[in-house]
């Protein structure tokens, strides 16, 4: 069975640094572009970044652009978030999710950033 | 890109009909393929893809489920509500990973 697990949220304050993880069990991992997709409390779904499968390309949504990195770890079959600089606004649930031209059916549980003084 | 669904909430008796609409300011056609895909998130969990490109359905998704549509125009049909199917409904593009606002589907 496929299981992302994330983990490494909390609460920080505004300015300050988050690294998030996702570890995969169950699937090839190196095989896939990756996602991170975030849900700030009460609102919808927003794709935040993607890496492919070796980790050579990597896209971010503008909000985010310079200030979080996303990585990978293919032989430790990990998925990483370095969110710098955080704001009020990115408070929210972070989820991984494997890319199959757009997340695919295999989502993690969440890990909760919340930012704030 | 901008992702419109509607509507934002729908209110539906058992075993009734639904439909969801989702339109892109731009289309989809890349490649010769159509990457919209529909998402569920069931109150308190994650969300859960139903809807690949267009029309497939994920593993283990009730056939109660269908999409169809081509372009920038896009629908999500739910044939008979279930108790289950209570959450909200996401369109989503790729690429320009673009997610649309939402559709909460309750039970009248």
């Known amino acids: 069975e496929v299981q992302l697990v994330e983990s490494g949220g909390g609460l920080v304050q505004p300015g300050g640094s988050l690294r998030l993880s996702c570890v995969d069990s169950?699937?090839?991992?190196?095989?896939?572009?990756m996602n991170w997709v975030r849900q700030a409390p009460g609102k919808g779904l927003e794709w935040v970044a993607s890496i492919k499968g070796d980790g050579s390309e990597k896209y971010y949504v503008d909000s985010v652009k310079g200030r979080f990195t996303i990585s990978r770890d293919n032989a430790k079959n990990s998925l990483f978030l370095q969110m710098n600089t955080l704001r009020a606004e990115d408070t929210a649930v972070y989820y991984c999710a494997r890319d199959n031209h757009g997340p695919d059916d295999y989502w993690g549980q969440g890990t909760l950033v919340t930012v704030s003084s | 890109v901008v992702m419109t669904q509607s509507p934002l909430s729908l209110s539906v008796t058992l075993g009734q009909p639904a439909s969801i609409s989702c339109r892109s300011s731009?289309?989809?056609?890349?490649?010769?393929?159509?990457?919209l895909h529909w998402f569920q998130q069931r109150p308190g969990q994650s969300p859960r893809r139903l809807i690949y490109e267009v029309s497939k359905r994920d593993s283990g998704v009730p056939d109660r489920f269908s999409g169809s549509g081509s372009g920038t125009d896009f629908t999500l049909k739910i044939s008979r509500v279930e108790a289950e199917d209570v959450g909200i409904y996401y369109c989503m593009r790729w690429p320009l990973n673009t997610f649309g606002q939402g559709t909460k589907l309750e039970i009248k």
């Open positions: 169950g699937f090839t991992f190196s095989n896939y572009w």
């Open positions: 731009q289309s989809l056609v890349h490649d010769g393929h159509t990457y």
